[in-house]
């Protein structure tokens, strides 16, 4: 018989193995997903036949990814309330988000578009050249902006500030991806993207001096 205080360690351990296990069947149908989408295209493949590789049925697949793009777009989804939480962490909000961009420049950091990963130019190449995704994309962002805006304060200013924000770094990492898959290199587009992240936030900061 279980001794009391072990069924309760089991109560407390159970769901986090469980959520562990529910992460790990979301990344391994995305993950078999991207790749199916990048051998033959997001239109020539169908969810039936991403539940048949992940070996799984297809309702399953549906309870996971309600929607055949959110089987690429789970791969950002952990960044939909990065800005909220960064925006946080001080000293203000536009000097914390700049750190935390500038930061990951520096560690060629996916989200930034300063990275030249064969498979990381295949994602975008595949993310921005699918119309679907690109327009399913803009969800994303807009939950970005709402969960930001929140924690700038609410109503309209912060609204828009948080805009703002989400479209400078959107736009900022778009450059930089856009130079690197034309041919340049990491080291060659890096001090344009410094530079101009730097550019960007220092118009930011004088539109909304409250945040900076």
């Known amino acids: 018989m279980t001794h009391p205080a072990l069924r309760s360690l089991d109560a407390m351990t159970e769901p986090g193995l469980r959520e562990r296990k ?51 777009l789970h791969r950002i989804a952990d960044h939909e309330g990065e800005a909220a939480r960064v925006a946080t962490e001080g000293p203000t909000p536009l000097a914390a988000l700049r750190r935390h961009f500038l930061d990951g420049l520096e560690r060629g950091d996916p989200v930034t578009g300063l990275n030249d990963h064969p498979a990381v130019l295949a994602f975008h190449a595949l993310l921005y050249g699918t119309p679907a995704l690109v327009a399913r994309a803009y969800a994303h ?25 989400v479209a400078v770094q959107r736009i900022l990492a778009m450059e930089n991806w856009r130079r690197i898959a034309e041919g340049e290199r990491v080291e060659d587009v890096r001090a344009h993207a410094v530079a101009a992240a730097e550019r960007a936030f220092g118009v930011l900061a004088a539109a909304f001096p409250h945040l900076a």
Do not use: C, N
Request: glycine fraction near 8%; hydrophobic fraction near 50%.
């Open 22 to 72: 529910k992460q790990r069947m979301y990344q391994d149908v995305s993950e078999t997903a991207i790749r199916l989408f990048l051998e033959k295209g997001f239109d020539a493949v169908s969810v039936a036949e991403v539940a048949a590789a992940a070996g799984i049925s297809k309702p399953t697949l549906f309870r996971y990814f309600p929607a055949k793009e959110d089987l690429v």
């Open 141 to 165: 962002l807009e939950r970005s902006e709402a969960a930001l805006a929140e924690v700038l304060g609410g109503g309209l200013e912060a609204r828009l500030a948080a805009g703002q924000i």
